[in-house]
């Protein structure tokens, strides 16, 4: 674990089951909530033994673009960043959409791909796909850990949005409205670029249900976000 207050982090690390690699994601911490979340992204990393300058920033906007990473900068208008290289410690936003941690153990090529509905319809893990091929990368070898993201039950939404999807992941409430099993749509598009179901491990966190997560559809625009930090240990 890292130093400093330990009990306010996710670690994902052995569920990634590859050695000198961690997955952490900040949990919901009251105290820090009123702050911005730049702000709050520099103290969580300072935390982890990182300075500004370390840190791979997407400025995300639901989107399906998906950048390389060569540095630790801010990425403008991107919803996932890739690593090729060890320095930059990739980052990621959330509050109800999966964070989803991608590892090619062979490149030691690291992706985190912020995937909600949105991302999701539009094709953002292909997207990612796409950017690893172009490197030789196959998916068959890729691992990926699915984070905390809202659950079937507690992600109701409206006809406009369960149009997107197959009916599979769609459960139909009396009035008329949907539950769509996000993490499902996840796992089911994972493997739909190739990643093998035996590579895909989840947090198995619902981020409504747990009050350690932040969540978008239970504390609406005072909601803060969950910070995502994926690197190699030095
Ligand atoms: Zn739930």
Avoid at 45 to 52: I, N, T, V
Avoid at 73 to 82: A, F, M
Avoid at 151 to 170: I, M, S
Wanted: charged share 20%; net charge neutral.
């Amino acid at each position: 674990m890292p130093p400093g207050r330990k009990n306010n982090w996710f670690d994902f690390s052995a569920l990634m089951g590859a050695s000198g690699l961690r997955l952490l994601l900040s949990r919901r911490d009251d105290q820090n909530g009123g702050q911005p979340l730049a702000q709050h992204r520099e103290i969580l990393g300072r935390e982890l033994g990182f300075s500004q300058g370390d840190l791979a920033v997407p400025h995300q906007v639901h989107g399906t673009q998906v950048d390389w990473a060569d540095d630790g900068r801010v990425y403008p208008q991107t919803d996932g960043l890739l690593a090729a290289n060890p320095e930059p410690v990739l980052t990621l936003q959330v509050a109800d959409c999966a964070p989803v941690f991608l590892y090619h153990a062979p490149s030691r090529t690291r992706g985190l791909v912020h995937a909600g509905w949105r991302g999701l319809a539009g094709g953002i893990l292909a997207a990612a796909a796409d950017h690893l091929r172009h490197r030789d990368i196959g998916m068959g070898q890729v691992a990926a850990v699915i984070g905390p993201v809202i659950g079937p039950e507690c992600y109701q939404v409206g006809p406009e949005v369960a149009a997107q999807f197959d009916t599979r992941f769609l459960t139909t409430n009396p009035d008329g409205s949907y539950q769509l099993d996000l993490p499902g749509v996840v796992r089911f598009r994972l493997e739909e670029i190739g990643v093998r179901a035996e590579n895909i491990a989840a947090a198995g966190i619902c981020t409504k249900c747990d009050s350690r997560c932040h969540s978008y559809r239970r504390d609406g625009q005072r909601a803060g976000r969950m910070v995502a930090f994926f690197y190699e240990q030095g």
